[in-house]
């Protein structure tokens, strides 16, 4: 299997460093809001970066880039920890097409459908004080209408947003790296582009390491839970108990039944640190895609998966959703 080095898929660079910010250099504004998510019976906290002209041209709309945390994250994350705010204000200095960045709180819902929902009840009573075992408490955690549903529909009522499918992205990171590609799969009519950072992108990858085509995946459900160990109890409450069900929430199952139909594949994005735990998963999406003919981007950088790597490299993805919705 060849991995190419995203110089070569996107003609850039392979790593970016933000410089020292100048004393002239105009920056955007990054606000915390909440507001009330009907699919998921509760209110909600986001960021969002308005970028710099956003105050100075007040008629000036932006395309919007959403950024998804991860497991055991927070809607912060990505301003406090990555420096999404100044990469992007660097960026912007330096030509890039200048967007909105919403980062939404995701819990630990897996930005998915549950297959097994507890009452608000069971969760403030029980396990859902514990955010290791446990999402925060939902009164109804539809986490898949919530991002594609509430939170898309907020953001284009409230901000200058191109409320459209064309100016309109995903990414994240782990957990969100998931999420980001099964809603962006889930919903092209929605977003037109996806990217994974480090993401679960193979959920049901057999394991096998390193990775060697074909991609082999889990056959049982007792297989599936043994492989998933301490996260079981918590991954299956939105992934469910059968194989169908975990095939149903499957990227690159969502995808062959996009491209069986004909529909439209988002453009899609993704890399993965060469000492992270889920490399293989990367490398297993990547093999089914390449299969597929689905042409997308690909890349392997030195690092782990930590925010030491999200942070040297959140700038690849902003440029690369930049150049695909700015246009």
């Not at 504004?29 to 906290?45: D, I, M, Y």
């Not at 992205?169 to 999420?179: C, D, E, N, P, R």
């Not at 040297?312 to 440029?319: P, Q």
Request: glycine residues 10%.
């Amino acid at each position: 299997m060849l991995i190419r080095p995203l110089s070569a898929a996107l003609g850039a660079a392979a790593l970016f460093i933000v410089a020292p910010r100048p004393r002239t250099e105009r920056h955007g504004t990054v606000l915390v809001e909440r507001f009330f998510a009907p699919s998921l019976g509760v209110t909600k906290h986001y960021l969002v970066y308005l970028p710099p002209s956003y105050t100075s041209e007040p008629t000036q709309r932006f395309p919007v880039a959403y950024y998804l945390h991860g497991h055991s994250g927070s809607e912060a994350d990505w301003v406090s920890l990555a420096g999404i705010d100044v990469v992007a204000d660097s960026l912007i200095a330096a030509g890039m097409p200048e967007m909105i960045l919403v980062m939404p709180d995701g819990d630990d819902g897996w930005y998915t459908n549950w297959v097994r929902p507890r009452t608000y009840q069971e969760c403030a009573g029980g396990a859902g004080s514990d955010r290791a075992a446990s999402t925060f408490c939902v009164k109804t955690p539809r986490y898949d209408d919530y991002i594609a549903g509430d939170v898309v529909r907020h953001i284009d009522s409230t901000y200058r947003t191109m409320a459209d499918r064309r100016h309109r992205g995903i990414a994240g990171l782990s957990m969100g790296g998931y999420g980001a590609v099964m809603l962006a799969v889930g919903h092209p009519d929605l977003f037109a582009a996806g990217v994974s950072h480090s993401g679960v992108l193979s959920p049901l990858y057999r394991g096998r390491h390193p990775f060697a085509a074909p991609v082999q995946y889990l056959s049982s459900i007792d297989s599936v839970q043994a492989a998933w160990g301490g996260m079981w109890a918590s991954v299956a409450l939105a992934f469910g108990n059968t194989i169908a069900s975990w095939e149903a929430r499957d990227p690159a199952h969502r995808i062959r039944t996009l491209t069986t139909a004909g529909d439209t594949i988002p453009a899609l994005f993704v890399d993965v640190g060469t000492e992270d735990g889920l490399v293989d998963q990367s490398r297993a999406f990547h093999a089914e895609l390449t299969s597929m003919g689905i042409a997308h981007a690909y890349a392997e950088w030195p690092g782990q998966h930590n925010w030491k790597y999200w942070h040297a490299h959140v700038g690849e993805s902003l440029r690369w959703l930049a150049e695909r919705l700015g246009r």
